[in-house]
């Protein structure tokens, strides 16, 4: 986490459902990012497990990949999420599509091990903690809940509770999950930088419903 307290989660945080005037100002919560833009981030730094730096483009120069932002690697509606797109979207069934999926938290990638365990992940999952690749893609800050996402099968209380124990248990990890007001997006980006689709967050709950990427990916059409 960033340099507040473990115990401060979402809970304690806010209990709007507003959406922030940040994200109201902001004139591309849907709309794709250029070419030139997407060229002034391919050689942003993304980290894998082990620490490795891979340039960003080079994980969708292959084939048409959704990018999935998420929030700080301690967030349990984002682990939420990621469980809900695992169970619904298989990594063999989207290979045979020729699309992929991989997930970037904007933690510290030695937590990424720990995330894969907490989550199943059966995609990628990537870091980037300078938080660079958010701020370019227009992705913003906010701490506002939003309305509760199908999505989200535990109640909030609980996925904070488990947060918190989760920050615990990862010792010095505790301080690096990410910036707890930072929120993601989602982006489909084909080989080229050429963007086809696009969601940013406006609240922390608030990560594009499966049946929205199924169909950006046009999964349903390769089944």
């Known amino acids: 986490m960033a340099a507040s307290t473990v115990d401060r989660q979402d809970t304690a945080l806010s209990?709007?459902?507003?959406?922030?005037e940040a994200a109201?100002?902001?004139p591309s919560v849907n709309d794709?990012?250029?070419?030139?833009?997407?060229e002034q981030t391919a050689e942003i730094p993304v980290f894998s497990a082990d620490g490795a730096s891979h340039s960003f483009s080079s994980i969708y120069a292959e084939r048409p990949t959704l990018v999935i932002f998420l929030r700080h690697f301690f967030c349990g509606v984002c682990q939420e999420y990621v469980r809900d797109v695992c169970a619904q979207i298989q990594p063999d069934e989207l290979a045979a599509c020729n699309k992929a999926i991989v997930f970037i938290g904007c933690g510290q990638p030695s937590l990424i091990k720990l995330y894969n365990e907490e989550t199943s992940c059966s995609f990628p999952v990537y870091a980037e903690p300078t938080r660079a690749l958010y701020e370019k893609l227009g992705m913003i800050q906010t701490l506002a809940l939003g309305n509760k996402p199908e999505y989200m099968k535990s109640s909030l209380i609980g996925l904070s509770l488990a947060s918190i124990v989760q920050a615990v248990k990862s010792g010095s990890g505790a301080f690096k999950?990410?910036?707890?007001?930072?929120?993601?997006?989602?982006?489909?980006?084909?080989?080229?930088n050429k963007c086809t689709w696009a969601h940013r967050m406006t609240t922390t709950r608030d990560h594009a419903p499966?049946?929205?990427l199924k169909k950006a990916l046009k999964f349903v059409s390769c089944e």
């Open 210 to 212: 499966v049946s929205g």
């Open 177 to 192: 999950g990410g910036n707890i007001q930072q929120i993601g997006g989602e982006f489909l980006i084909e080989p080229g």
């Open 32 to 38: 794709v990012p250029s070419i030139d833009m997407l």
């Open 24 to 26: 109201i100002n902001t």
């Open 15 to 20: 209990t709007s459902v507003d959406v922030p």
